[in-house]
C-alpha cells in the first residue's frame, strides 16, 4: 500500500541549486512540526525530483508551490492550493503550510477573506502580474545560466595555453587551445536564444519555443544590411541588440503564440496537431520575426546607450561602482536584483570575449565581472568566518551551515547565506552589503580581470592578479564576517543575561 501524504508541495528557483533545496527543507521541517506529512517535488537544474502522482493529489489535503518558475498547476485544480516565491518556503513554510489548509480548491474559488488578504499583504501573492514576469523572465535565465557557466569557463581555460593561443597567426598558437575556444564561444553564443526560448517557453509551453529562438538569434544578428546598397540583404550583416533584446523577444514570442492559441481556439480539437506542428510555429515566426526585425534600429541604439552608461560608470570611481555591484548582489541573494548585477557581468563578459584579449572591451568586461564575482563570493564566506571563529555563539545548525558556505562560497553559489540573513534581516543585510562592497571595491581598485563568469576559486588558474583577487574577497569576508560576529555576540550576552535574570524575578 502506497503512502499518502497531507500536503503536497512544490518548489523550485531560477537557477535550480540551492533555493529550491532549501525551501524544500524549510517546508518539511514546519510539516513534521505540524504533525502532518508532506512530499516535496523539486525543479532543481537536474529536472524535476520526487515527482508528485495522480494518487499523490487525490489523497492529500493541500497544495503548496513555492516556486519562482513554471509548475504544472493544473493537476492540482481541486485541492486547496497556497502558491508564493520559492523565498516564502524559506522564510515562512509554516505560514504557508497554514494558507494552503485554509484556502479553498481553485475549481470554487471564493472572494478571498481578510485573513487571505492579510496573509498576501504578508508576502504570499496570489499569482501577481509582478511576480508572473519574474517567474517567465527566471525560467529564461536558469536555462541560460548553465550556457553561460559551459561557454565562459572553457573560453577562460583555452587561455591557460597563451593569451593569443587560439589565433593560428600567433606565436603561442595551440590547437587544442583554439578548439576549446570555439566550443566555449559557441556556448556563449547560445546564451540569448536560450533566454529568449525559455521565457517564451514559461508563458506559452511547447509552441513558445520555436519563435523565442528565432527572436534570440535576430537579438544577436541583428537586421542584415548591405554595405553596398543600405538595404536590408539576407548576405548584409547586422548589429545585435543582446540580452535586452532577448528579454523582450521571448515575452513577446510567448504572448503571440498565447494570442494565436485564442485565434485558433475554434478549430476542432482533431486538429489539434495541425496546430501545432504547422500553425503555430508558421504563423508565430512570422509574426514575431518582423517585430524584431523592425525593432532592431531603436534595440540597437538602447543597447549602446546602456552599454555607453555602463562604460562611463566604469570609467568614474571604481568605489561607487563597487559599491553598486555589492549592494547589489547581496540585496537578495540570488534573486532578482543580484541577477541583474550578474546578468550585466555576463553581457559586458561576452561582448569583451568576443572582442578579445587585450582590448578595451575586454578589459573592462572582465574587471566587471571580477568585481561581480567577488561580490557573490563574500557573503557564504561572511557566515563560514563567523562560525568558525565564534562557535558558541551558534547553534550546531548554523555552525553546519557555516562549513558548507566555505564550499559554497568558494564556488561562487551566494544562496548558502541566506538562512542566516532570513534570521535576522537587521543588520545582517548591510553587513553582507558591506561585505561584498568591500571585495568589489578592492577588486576594482586592484585591476583584477576574470574571464570566466562562474566557477569562484576554480578558475583561478585564468584570473589576472589571482592572489590580490582572493585578498579583496577575503577582507571583505573578514570585516563582515568580525561584524557578524559582534551582532551574534551582543545577541547571545542579553539571551543568557535574560536567563540569568528570570529566577531572581521569580
Known amino acids: 500500500m502506497s503512502e499518502h501524504y497531507d500536503i503536497l508541495a512544490c518548489t523550485g528557483c531560477p537557477t535550480g541549486i540551492a533555493h529550491t533545496f532549501m525551501a524544500k527543507e524549510g517546508l518539511e521541517k514546519a510539516a513534521k512540526e505540524k504533525g502532518l506529512t508532506i512530499k516535496v517535488e523539486t525543479h532543481g537544474q537536474e529536472g524535476v525530483k520526487n515527482a508528485i502522482t495522480a494518487e499523490d493529489i487525490a489523497n492529500a489535503k493541500a497544495v503548496v508551490i513555492a516556486a519562482d518558475v513554471n509548475v504544472d498547476e493544473g493537476r492540482f485544480a481541486s485541492k486547496p492550493m497556497a502558491k508564493a516565491g520559492v523565498t516564502a518556503g524559506i522564510k515562512d513554510p509554516a505560514g504557508l503550510i497554514d494558507q494552503a489548509l485554509a484556502a479553498k480548491p481553485a475549481k470554487a474559488e471564493a472572494a478571498p477573506t481578510d485573513e487571505e488578504l492579510a496573509m498576501e ?7 501577481g502580474i509582478g511576480q508572473e514576469i519574474y517567474k517567465h523572465l527566471m525560467n529564461g535565465v536558469s536555462h541560460m545560466l548553465v550556457f553561460v557557466v559551459a561557454g565562459g569557463v572553457l573560453t577562460a ?15 603561442d598558437y595551440n590547437s587544442f587551445a583554439a578548439m576549446l575556444k570555439i566550443i566555449g564561444g559557441i556556448a556563449m553564443n547560445l546564451m540569448v536564444p536560450i533566454l529568449s526560448a525559455y521565457i517564451a517557453e514559461s508563458i506559452a509551453g511547447r509552441p513558445g519555443l520555436v519563435p523565442g529562438f528565432v527572436a534570440g538569434m535576430i537579438a544577436i544578428q541583428g537586421l542584415p544590411v548591405s554595405a553596398e546598397t543600405g538595404l536590408i540583404d539576407a548576405g548584409g550583416s547586422g548589429v545585435g541588440f543582446g540580452f535586452l533584446g532577448g528579454i523582450i523577444g521571448g515575452f513577446l514570442a ?27 510555429p508558421l504563423c508565430s515566426t512570422f509574426i514575431v520575426g518582423l517585430a524584431m526585425l523592425a525593432i532592431s534600429g531603436p534595440m540597437v541604439a538602447i543597447n549602446e546607450g546602456m552599454m555607453s552608461f555602463l562604460e562611463s560608470l566604469q570609467g568614474g570611481s571604481p568605489i561607487v561602482l563597487g559599491l553598486a555591484i555589492g549592494c547589489m548582489c547581496a540585496f537578495d541573494m540570488g534573486g532578482p536584483v543580484n541577477k541583474a548585477a550578474y546578468v550585466t557581468g555576463t553581457m559586458l563578459l561576452g561582448a569583451g570575449l568576443s572582442a578579445g584579449p587585450g582590448t578595451a572591451e575586454y578589459l573592462s568586461g572582465t574587471n566587471f565581472m571580477a568585481a561581480v564575482s567577488a561580490a557573490c563570493i563574500a557573503p557564504p564566506l561572511v557566515t563560514s568566518f563567523a562560525t568558525i571563529v565564534g562557535k558558541k555563539y551558534f547553534t550546531q545548525e548554523d555552525r553546519d551551515a557555516g562549513l558548507v558556505n566555505l564550499i559554497l562560497g568558494c564556488t561562487h553559489i551566494t544562496e548558502g547565506a541566506i538562512p542566516f540573513m532570513t534570521k535576522n534581516i537587521w543588520p545582517v543585510m548591510p553587513i553582507m552589503m558591506l561585505s561584498s562592497s568591500i571585495a568589489a571595491i578592492l577588486t576594482l581598485l586592484l585591476g583584477v580581470h576574470v574571464p570566466a563568469p562562474h566557477g569562484g576559486f576554480l578558475v583561478l588558474p585564468v584570473v589576472d592578479q589571482p592572489l590580490a583577487w582572493v585578498g579583496a574577497i577575503l577582507v571583505g569576508a573578514l570585516v563582515g564576517g568580525l561584524l557578524f560576529l559582534l551582532f551574534k555576540k551582543s545577541q547571545y550576552d542579553k539571551e543568557r543575561k535574560a536567563e540569568n535574570a528570570a529566577p531572581k524575578a521569580a
Open 157 to 171: 581555460i583555452s587561455f591557460l595555453w597563451g593569451i593569443t593561443s587560439f589565433d593560428s597567426t600567433a606565436a
Open 121 to 127: 499583504n504578508h508576502g504570499f501573492e496570489k499569482g
Open 254 to 280: 510567448g504572448y503571440v503564440v498565447e494570442g494565436l492559441k485564442k485565434v485558433f481556439s475554434h478549430i476542432p480539437e482533431s486538429l489539434n496537431g495541425l496546430k501545432a506542428i504547422f500553425l503555430y
